[in-house]
């Protein structure tokens, strides 16, 4: 059974870093993608970010480039996202999800977290 479990959310203020992490485990397949999606008060689940497991291919969404960095620990079965510069745009619920096609639509993962809250706010 595939899980993945997110940690590192917090409230933070403008300009500021934070650091997420996606623990992964259950995977039988050798290739397979995990991807950050988040999620704000009356809006709808977008993509964020991804990161092929085998190669570490990755994606971005324009609102987070130049900002954000996705990386992977292959040894910890770990993957994280790094942010930096947050804006208040910015607050959400961040979700970590499962899947096994590289990008962000959220339709093509299969398995999802619980979510972690990202606030930020002066």
């Known amino acids: 059974q595939v899980q993945v479990v997110e940690s590192g959310g917090g409230l933070v203020q403008p300009g500021e870093a934070l650091r997420l992490s996606c623990a992964a485990s259950?995977?039988?397949?050798?290739?397979?993608?995990i991807g950050w999606f988040r999620q704000a008060p009356g809006k709808e689940r977008e993509g964020v970010s991804c990161?092929?497991?085998?190669?570490?291919?990755?994606e971005y969404a324009d609102s987070v480039k130049g900002r954000f960095t996705i990386s992977r620990d292959k040894a910890k079965n770990t993957v994280y996202l790094q942010m930096n510069s947050l804006k208040p745009e910015d607050t959400a619920v961040y979700y970590c999800?499962?899947?096994?096609?590289?990008?962000?639509?959220?339709?093509?993962?299969?398995?999802w977290g619980q979510g972690t809250q990202v606030t930020v706010s002066s």
């Open positions: 990161i092929s497991s085998s190669d570490g291919r990755t």
């Open positions: 999800a499962a899947g096994y096609y590289l990008g962000l639509n959220k339709y093509e993962y299969d398995y």
């Open positions: 259950g995977f039988t397949a050798d290739y397979y993608v």
